[in-house]
Structure formats: structure tokens, C-alpha cells
């Protein structure tokens, strides 16, 4: 199909437009004076430090237990799980023997939501010990 032959009332009306055009200012962005590097490794004080932080919230899991199990004054338990580049924990495992517990889902749970600061390398693998006991 051909065009429209244009018309002298359109082009008017299109020139007229063009003559009133004002020209809108560029604002000029610069880039940022530097990004970030991030690390290719995280240290161990900044891993502690994370798990220091939650530190409550691994007590709240055993205090949850021993309301469902008063006869465990004390577990020793290994929370092993990965950093992974990202600051989010992936494989969390905890000792076979607290398998279906309480204690056990509700540390999973907990772990899963830490978040460590991002970085370039490879996952981190991590085995933190923690002893649980009651003070009578």
C-alpha cells in the first residue's frame, strides 16, 4: 500500500510543531568514582561475627527443645553448611543423631536465613560447634 499523500494542513500543523520545539536540557551523568571490589574470600572474624550475631536465635532453638524434652541438659551439635558467593547458606547439615528434632529443624531453618556479605570466590565450606546446656 502507498503512503498518504500528505496535505498542506498536515505539514503546516507538523512545521508548526518543529518551530515551537525547545530543546530539553541533557543532564550529564557520570559514572561512580568506583564500584565496590568484592572480596575473594570472606575471613573468619567476619564469619564468627555473622554467627555471633544470630547467636540468640541458635539459644531460642534449644530453649524450644528443652520445653518438648526436659532431659536434654546438654547436646553438642556441629552446624555444618556452605557460604556461598552470594551470602546465602546452602547444604545445611547437623549431626545424625538430632535428626527429627525440634532442635535440629528449627537450627536448619535459622541457618538457611543467615546471610554473610557477597564475594568473588568459591563456595566457603563451615563446621561451627556449639554446646547447649542448662544452668540449674
Known sequence: PSAAPKTEAATGALAALDRGRVEAPVEKVEAPAEVEELP????????????????????????????????MRQASIKLRFNIERTGQT??????????????????????????????????????YPVLFHTSL
Open 40 to 71: 575473594d574470600t570472606l575471613e573468619q572474624r567476619t564469619i564468627s561475627g555473622v554467627i555471633k550475631t544470630n547467636k540468640r536465635g541458635v539459644e531460642g532453638c534449644y530453649q524450644r527443645q528443652l520445653k518438648r524434652d526436659p532431659t
Open 90 to 127: 546452602s547444604n545445611v547439615v547437623l549431626d545424625e543423631k538430632y535428626k527429627g528434632t525440634e532442635l535440629a529443624a528449627c537450627l536448619e531453618r535459622l541457618v538457611r536465613r543467615w546471610r554473610f556479605p557477597a564475594f568473588k570466590g568459591e563456595a566457603i565450606p563451615v563446621e
